[in-house]
């Protein structure tokens, strides 16, 4: 009888290739090893098999892949694997001060959160990718106390990338805002996912925010909450669930 053997993943070619990467989640994998949540360039979604033993090489490499680390590695890509070894890595943009306050860290913290479950299982888009790593650099070079609104805007603009931003043209004063499909509407609609003018009216004016004016805008620390709680609301309806960010509590607190 002819017996044909299977192929070990073994006889599989290794290649070298080079990513730019955003990085989202790191998980121990052993005592040696972190596994790498990623978002990138080339490729989309990534998990990469890193080194997290002891030494300087090690804490470096911790350092690198915090929460929205900006990075160009070398992976080993085995096809049909999933999780790709890492052969070295750079920073792309070093981000000390991004690290060095804690606000900020928490910002980086909870955005990197929300954009592993926004990019899920993504496949690569460069303009996602150009944007977030543009908002990481802008981020990082801003003045301490302009950081205030910085999620509420990339909230916002993520939305406007992703193509689910709220059709701000159908805006009118006293007009309610249906959440579910996005537009202001002169009666509220027959299901309970819209906003009463006034919050309605604040919802049309993050249309106006960006990166340069953001500081601008004027909210309580209960007001940027609540923006903050329905904006993931219109996410969570649209694209993906966000009702279970674990580092949300710490963004409200900072």
Not at 3 to 22: D, E, G, V, Y
Not at 177 to 200: C, V
């Amino acid at each position: 009888m002819l017996c044909l053997k299977r192929k070990s993943s073994s006889n599989f070619a290794t290649m070298k290739q080079k990513m730019h990467i955003i990085c989202l989640r790191s998980v121990r994998y052993s005592d040696s090893k972190s596994i790498l949540s990623a978002y990138s360039l080339e490729a989309g979604r990534v998990s990469l098999l890193v080194g997290s033993g002891k030494g300087r090489e090690a804490m470096r490499r911790r350092a690198l892949t915090q929460p929205l680390g900006v990075l160009e590695c070398v992976a080993d890509v085995v096809p049909g694997r999933d999780i790709h070894r890492v052969a070295e890595m750079r920073p792309l943009h070093p981000l000390s001060a991004l690290r060095a306050n804690p606000v900020k860290c928490g910002v980086a913290m909870f955005l990197a959160e929300v954009l592993g479950v926004i990019l899920g299982e993504s496949q690569a888009d460069e303009p996602m990718w150009r944007f977030v790593s543009a908002a990481v650099v802008r981020l990082d070079a801003l003045e301490p106390d302009k950081v205030a609104n910085f999620h509420v805007c990339f909230l916002y603009r993520l939305g406007m990338v992703a193509g689910i931003a709220p059709d701000s043209a159908t805006f009118a004063p006293g007009k309610v805002f249906d959440l579910s499909d996005g537009r202001f509407r002169t009666a509220a609609p027959l299901h309970r996912d819209f906003l009463y003018s006034d919050e309605a009216e604040v919802a049309a004016t993050l249309s106006r925010m960006t990166f340069d004016n953001m500081h601008l805008f004027r909210f309580t620390r209960a007001q940027r909450n609540r923006v903050t709680d329905l904006i993931l609301r219109y996410f969570t309806i649209h694209y993906a669930r966000l009702d279970s960010i674990k580092s949300l509590e710490v963004l409200r607190s900072l």
